[in-house]
């Protein structure tokens, strides 16, 4: 394996990662705040088919974000009252998000476009198109000398092999993402609302004394929760993909789930989870059976990986996963 | 969980059984949908098209989830359906335990395989289109690699895949064939961002025509080949205009020939096994508008003396299926 390979792989690894590291984030911001979610996978859902659908009928990909957005704090919303303020079982709303999603976006994707459930294919300015640093060399500078992409990029040094395919090249919500770890790490532990939204998913009995609106606070979270979905379920079909296909998340909502507990529920440990899940998705993709000098480790294994390492941590044997204390308990003020 | 899709079993009960005329046949569409453009995509097609011609009325549902493939076949079986026509291999396991329960319907199994007196089973030689199109692939491919994603790793996506390389390597005995699965599990047909990742990869290990016989999945390879400037090869139905002029061929699996023929002969269906192949049609490879510029006269030529010697039998294609092995292709 050369060096150039090492990169592509973890080039790879960035484009897998985004999606789940949104989706993770998002899942911190409501289960910080005593709401488990576990209809991630439906907002991404809702929020990659909207932003797909109106990308398609205005040409502009922002647009589209924000519909996708848009879709996913309604479901949030949906999540919010049925969980927050009718106290009812969290788990049980999250689910039936995701049905929601999964049967909606192929009932209204067929009666808007009568494409069997999938969006047309969307044309450039209506996708997220990669971003090409400054001195990478990408496909123009390929068009322009005349030669194939990866005959120049073989040919560069090491330094121009990292810059231009690991760190250039990928779209705007990629940067973003990343971004949105540290600012959700300085949120909630260097800003007074982030002291109040942790303290609401541990005791929110204390916060409520002290005369702050626990239901406010839990509805902040859940929208918050509601935004970096929809930015991850555009990311997927105006990002990565050109259009919405059903079913197109695939259970990544599921994963970033176990990111979450892996990184037990913290921003930057999210990242290097989210970042491990996506590194064996892309060798799992990359290379199918690994030869490990005489014993091959089937493809089957690498893709069941993230959950065994999920189960492993939750088992207690690599330190213990201790989710924040009143999750999954709705908030009863006593009488 | 269990209680919910018990729930949802009883509605899918109620709706199907409301409104049942006696004898109306019935199709069920395997997870990917009926709209899958793809495999189911041709089923829905050739039913349509018998709908259309003969103004019969036919019952359908698409499955969601494995448990509902015993289910559905039990509901229709015993609303009087006649022929059952399920699509996919999938169906195969479900369908030998119900039909021995039905002596009196007659069901029909594409790409299933079940042996039972009133089960008739229809086969494609998809190792014979895939050749084809690899001959084509090699002889489109300027790096001489070429690449295939399969959708869930199945011995069924292997015969394509066998076929392929061996098609290519007729062509280029030097060929390298990339072969890659997308997954799995039952989702690797409905994965297009995987589908993206496997054709950059191949990409970047020179491939320059890609194979897709992954379903849904196969969306993001068209794509993604068609972004990065290679061809792409689409399969089941004829998937060239996806992406005009970046989509070599498509082989083409006459599923909507078969469950056409199927829904005509409705009642006196004798059941039977059939396979068929590039003799009956059943099989090719897709030549229109969108593709007319990327295949030259000589590629054509090679293709069809290839096609009438496959036919006459003076080349053979090896069938992954018959011995799980590939001589052209180590998976």
């Given at each position: 394996m050369d060096f150039l390979t090492l990169v592509q792989v973890l080039d790879s690894t960035v484009r897998l990662a985004t999606p789940l590291l949104l989706a993770c984030l998002a899942g911190l911001f409501s289960e910080r705040a005593g709401i488990f979610d576990i209809g991630l996978e439906g907002k991404m859902l809702m929020a990659a088919f909207f932003s797909a659908a109106v990308a398609a009928m205005t040409g502009n990909v922002w647009m589209g974000l924000l519909a996708g957005i848009g879709s996913s704090l309604a479901l949030s919303g949906l999540h919010g009252a049925a969980s927050i303020t009718f106290r009812g079982n969290q788990l049980i709303s999250g689910v039936a998000i995701n049905f929601l999603a999964s049967g909606l976006t192929v009932l209204i994707a067929q009666s808007w476009f009568q494409q069997g459930g999938r969006t047309p294919s969307l044309l450039s300015g209506g996708r997220f198109e990669p971003i090409e640093l400054p001195f990478a060399i990408g496909p123009t500078e390929a068009t322009e000398a005349g030669r194939r992409l990866s005959d120049l990029l073989s040919e560069a040094n090491v330094l121009q092999q990292i810059y231009s395919e690991l760190i250039s090249g990928h779209s705007i919500i990629v940067y973003i993402a990343g971004l949105c770890v540290f600012l959700t790490w300085w949120v909630l532990f260097r800003t007074r609302f982030g002291l109040r939204l942790r303290a609401v998913g541990e005791n929110p009995a204390a916060v409520d004394t002290a005369g702050i609106s626990v239901i406010r606070l839990r509805f902040a979270a859940v929208a918050i929760c509601?935004?970096?979905?929809?930015?991850?379920?555009?990311?997927?079909?105006?990002?990565?993909?050109?259009?919405?296909?059903?079913?197109?998340?695939?259970?990544?909502?599921?994963?970033?789930?176990?990111?979450?507990?892996?990184?037990?529920?913290?921003?930057?440990?999210?990242?290097?989870?989210?970042?491990?899940?996506?590194?064996?998705?892309?060798?799992?993709?990359?290379?199918?059976?690994?030869?490990?000098?005489?014993?091959?480790?089937?493809?089957?294994?690498?893709?069941?990986?993230?959950?065994?390492?999920?189960?492993?941590?939750?088992?207690?044997?690599?330190?213990?996963?201790?989710?924040?204390?009143?999750?999954?308990?709705?908030?009863?003020?006593?009488? | 969980m269990?209680?919910?899709?018990?729930?949802?079993?009883?509605?899918?009960?109620?709706?199907?059984?409301?409104?049942?005329?006696?004898?109306?046949?019935?199709?069920?569409?395997?997870?990917g949908g009926k709209f899958d453009k793809s495999f189911n995509e041709a089923g829905y097609n050739g039913a349509e098209r018998w709908a259309k011609e003969t103004g019969g009325k036919y019952l359908e549902i698409e499955l969601k989830s494995e448990a509902q493939r015993e289910q559905a076949l039990r509901r229709f079986a015993e609303t009087g359906a006649n022929p059952i026509i399920t699509m996919g291999f999938a169906m195969s396991a479900p369908l030998a335990e119900v039909a021995g329960d039905y002596p009196d319907t007659t069901f029909v199994t594409i790409d299933g395989w079940v042996q039972a007196p009133n089960v008739h089973v229809i086969g494609f030689s998809e190792q014979e289109g895939s050749y084809l199109v690899g001959m084509l692939a090699a002889q489109a491919s300027k790096t001489g690699t070429v690449g295939f994603i399969g959708g869930m790793d199945i011995p069924l996506i292997r015969r394509f895949a066998c076929g392929y390389a061996e098609g290519a390597k007729a062509v280029n005995p030097d060929a390298v064939v990339i072969a890659n699965m997308t997954g799995t599990t039952p989702t690797a047909w409905?994965?297009?961002?995987?589908?993206?990742?496997?054709?950059?990869?191949?990409?970047?290990?020179?491939?320059?025509?890609?194979?897709?016989?992954?379903?849904?999945?196969?969306?993001?390879?068209?794509?993604?080949?068609?972004?990065?400037?290679?061809?792409?090869?689409?399969?089941?139905?004829?998937?060239?205009?996806?992406?005009?002029?970046?989509?070599?061929?498509?082989?083409?699996?006459?599923?909507?020939?078969?469950?056409?023929?199927?829904?005509?002969?409705?009642?006196?269906?004798?059941?039977?096994?059939?396979?068929?192949?590039?003799?009956?049609?059943?099989v090719g490879y897709a030549l229109d508008d969108n593709n007319a510029s990327l295949i030259s006269d000589d590629m054509k030529a090679s293709v069809e003396a290839a096609k009438a010697k496959i036919i006459s039998g003076e080349v053979s294609v090896h069938n992954y299926t018959s011995d799980d092995s590939c001589p052209a292709l180590s998976f």
């Open positions: 509601g935004i970096l979905c929809g930015i991850a379920g555009a990311y997927l079909a105006t990002g990565l993909q050109a259009g919405f296909v059903k079913e197109m998340t695939s259970g990544r909502g599921f994963i970033a789930l176990a990111a979450l507990i892996f990184a037990k529920w913290r921003p930057v440990a999210a990242l290097w989870a989210c970042l491990l899940f996506g590194l064996l998705q892309a060798i799992a993709l990359r290379f199918q059976s690994i030869d490990l000098g005489g014993f091959v480790v089937p493809v089957q294994f690498m893709e069941a990986l993230p959950y065994i390492l999920t189960v492993v941590i939750l088992a207690g044997f690599v330190g213990k996963a201790v989710p924040p204390k009143a999750g999954g308990q709705p908030y009863v003020k006593e009488r | 269990t209680l919910f899709k018990s729930l949802m079993g009883a509605a899918a009960a109620v709706s199907l059984t409301a409104g049942v005329a006696m004898a109306d046949p019935a199709v069920i569409f395997d997870l409905n994965d297009p961002v995987k589908g993206s990742e496997l054709t950059k990869a191949q990409i970047a290990q020179g491939a320059d025509v890609v194979y897709a016989a992954a379903g849904g999945t196969g969306v993001g390879v068209l794509q993604t080949a068609a972004d990065e400037g290679i061809l792409s090869i689409g399969v089941d139905s004829n998937q060239n205009h996806l992406h005009p002029g970046k989509v070599l061929t498509s082989m083409l699996k006459r599923v909507d020939v078969a469950v056409y023929d199927a829904l005509k002969a409705g009642d006196s269906l004798q059941p039977a096994i059939q396979t068929l192949g590039l003799a009956e049609d059943g």
